[in-house]
């Protein structure tokens, strides 16, 4: 399954009334921390979508992969609400968020749909309305976004959310139309996102938070190690209610607040590893989308053209190779001539659609939460969250 000067970089000042956040000079309007933490996100979900045939032979990669889904969408997720902060449904955020989220939304609900009929012979399907494999995230980022205003407004916003997350776990009538399921169940972390400030994002480069991170990931990893054999994995993927995976209602409740935590403890060790300097991945941050929309036609198509069958993949030589693999087609796919290629449907420009109205606020410092917090590296010099 997908992810920005949509906000301000960590350091920068905020307003006293903890509003939106303040003007940046253009060299400080984009923070190689977050492109770092994105590009290493993105890999992981690449890798972790390639050990899927394989977890169910192997206890380590079964457990990899728990470890994997728990923290790598929430801190998307987290992120995404973080550039959200400043967005305030004006019309050049809005046709940002069209651009950059709603139409790479729509190209590749179909075109996902399409390669999936050409390649496994199953009948052509296409709704807009049930997003399927990787779209769910664009869908939902769309939908958070929308209602990014009324969350800085309301009293506890948190905890509400937490609160609706719970409730839509236990309950088996919400379909998949719009993804609704994991909208509501991945709704906290973005709202979580949506109230932090730089400062937090500062507190974890703390030397002493980085140092407790390691035991951390490891405690992570022995836990995934031992829930493989105890625990549906289902729940990571916070698409069911928990009647849809055999259990009483009242373990909807009490897993979503416990792996709300977990995955909550385990994305900020992530990100308190992640580098805040430059390095030879920080630009490749910036294509994070195209990864994460590209890779879905490689990993559906290895299970529907047979890729895995054979003995080699079920060896530790043959796991360690595709694990490597999807580590460079991640990165490949991040370059930027990929980028070149398929901006088009990723970044389209939209003037033709939209009135070009008057934008007296719209200063060239001023960091907005209007672009697509999925938008990859975008030509104003915003960061995206995915």
């Not at 991170?213 to 916070?238: Q, S």
């Not at 001539?337 to 001023?366: G, I, Q, Y």
Request: net charge positive; charged share 15%; hydrophobic share 50%.
């Amino acid at each position: 399954m997908p992810p920005t000067s949509l906000g301000t970089a960590p350091g920068a000042t905020t307003p006293a009334d903890g509003t939106a956040p303040a003007a940046e000079p253009p060299a400080a309007a984009r923070d190689p921390f977050f492109d770092n933490a994105k590009f290493l996100a993105i890999v992981l979900v690449v890798v972790g979508h390639s050990w899927e045939a394989l977890r169910d032979d192997n206890r380590v990669l079964a457990a990899g992969y728990l470890l994997l889904y728990a923290f790598h969408m929430p801190a998307f997720t987290l992120i995404s609400g973080y550039f959200s902060r400043s967005f305030r449904h004006e019309p050049r955020q809005l046709k940002r968020l069209v651009g950059s989220v709603l139409v790479p939304y729509a190209v590749f609900e179909i075109a996902l749909n399409v390669f999936r009929a050409w390649a496994d012979g199953e009948e052509l399907k296409i709704s807009l309305l049930h997003p399927w494999y990787l779209t769910w995230f664009l869908m939902a980022l769309f939908i958070w976004r929308l209602t990014a205003p009324l969350w800085q407004q309301v009293r506890h916003p948190f905890l509400l959310s937490t609160a609706i997350a719970a409730l839509a776990s236990i309950d088996p009538w919400i379909g998949p139309d719009l993804g609704l399921q994991r909208v509501l169940q991945f709704l906290p972390f973005f709202v979580l996102g949506l109230r932090m400030r730089p400062e937090h994002f500062t507190r974890l480069r703390d030397r002493r938070v980085r140092i407790a991170a390691v035991p951390l990931l490891a405690g992570g990893a022995l836990v995934a190690y031992w829930a493989v054999l105890r625990m549906n994995p289902d729940w990571f993927y916070r698409r069911d209610a928990a009647q849809d995976l055999n259990a009483p209602w009242w373990a909807g409740v009490s897993m979503t607040v416990g792996m709300l935590v977990c995955s909550l403890v385990l994305s900020f060790a992530f990100l308190a590893l992640v580098p805040s300097r430059h390095t030879w991945f920080t630009a490749l941050g910036a294509g994070t989308l195209y990864a994460y929309l590209l890779h879905g036609f490689l990993a559906k198509g290895a299970h529907f053209w047979g890729w895995y069958d054979n003995d080699f993949s079920g060896t530790v030589l043959g796991a360690v190779t595709i694990s490597a693999l999807a580590a460079v087609l991640a990165v490949v796919l991040t370059t930027a001539p990929v980028r070149r290629v398929f901006r088009c449907v990723m970044e389209p420009k939209l003037d033709w659609l939209f009135h070009d109205p008057a934008r007296p606020s719209d200063a060239p410092n001023t960091p907005s939460g209007g672009g697509s917090s999925t938008s990859p590296g975008r030509r104003d010099g915003e960061q995206s969250a995915l």
